[in-house]
């Protein structure tokens, strides 16, 4: 198994702009989860998934973000509009019952 | 969302030396996992617990799963200078969330 893939690996955008993370989760899991990581806050939660019905969206920061699963093989979250303080590192992690696994995270920059 | 408390935040440590590192908290979980996660990467899993008591080793790691299951350590024997990167403990509660820890970083001097 390939693992979680995300994309893009790197992001770079502009204030105001709408930035489009991806995530497919491992084959067979039931649940996804986003996160975001920065030095100050470490690993926040922002949502979770499972089996494509989001369960706890009290982490997401406001309503300019906003995530999706459409089916059990894709997920995106969505920021519109950008600001500079939301650069950080935006990891998707899936997860069968008891073990979460990790992608390699999308670094957002926001400028 | 909730953290767990992990000890200690660094660590500087000469190669072949043991490693300890402990997560707590003041809620019941169901599982522990422990991650390590180098510059770049995401988290990977090291280790799982599932039962209070638990002790499991995976190489020269060793963790386990504390009796009144508000706790779990993390030992490396040995150490390495691959072995440098930050360490995290997550707990699960019922209902699937996952709790992170602030993360201990370990710098193995060779």
């Known amino acids: 198994d390939a693992g979680v893939i995300q994309s893009p690996r790197h992001e770079v955008t502009e204030m105001g702009q709408e930035v489009t993370l991806r995530c497919k989760p491992i084959?067979?899991?039931?649940?996804l989860f986003w996160y975001r990581q920065t030095m100050m806050r470490g690993l926040e939660l922002l949502i979770y998934?499972?089996?494509?019905?989001?369960?706890?969206d009290s982490g997401m920061p406001e309503d300019r973000f906003s995530a999706k699963m459409p089916n059990a093989s894709f997920s995106t979250l969505k920021i519109q509009p950008s600001e500079p303080r939301d650069s950080a590192v935006y990891f998707c992690?899936?997860?069968?019952?008891?073990?979460?696994?990790f992608g390699p995270g999308t670094r957002l920059t926001v400028l | 969302g909730q953290q767990l408390n992990q000890s200690p935040q660094s660590m500087f440590i000469q190669e072949g030396e043991d490693v300890s590192m402990n997560c707590t908290s003041s809620?019941?979980?169901?599982?522990w996992l422990w991650y390590k996660q180098e510059p770049g990467e995401g988290p990977v899993l090291l280790i799982a617990?599932?039962?209070?008591?638990e002790l499991t080793s995976n190489g020269r790691l060793t963790a386990q799963f504390g009796i009144t299951r508000k706790d779990s350590f993390l030992n490396i024997s040995a150490s390495i200078p691959s072995d440098v990167g930050i360490y995290f403990c997550?707990?699960?509660?019922?209902?699937?969330?996952?709790?992170f820890g602030t993360g201990t970083s370990l710098t193995v001097i060779p």
């Open positions: 992690a899936s997860t069968d019952y008891n073990e979460q696994f």
């Open positions: 617990l599932y039962k209070a008591g």
């Open positions: 809620s019941i979980f169901n599982t």
């Open positions: 084959s067979g899991h039931n649940s």
């Open positions: 997550a707990g699960q509660k019922i209902g699937n969330q996952f709790y």
């Open positions: 998934f499972n089996n494509n019905v989001p369960i706890d």
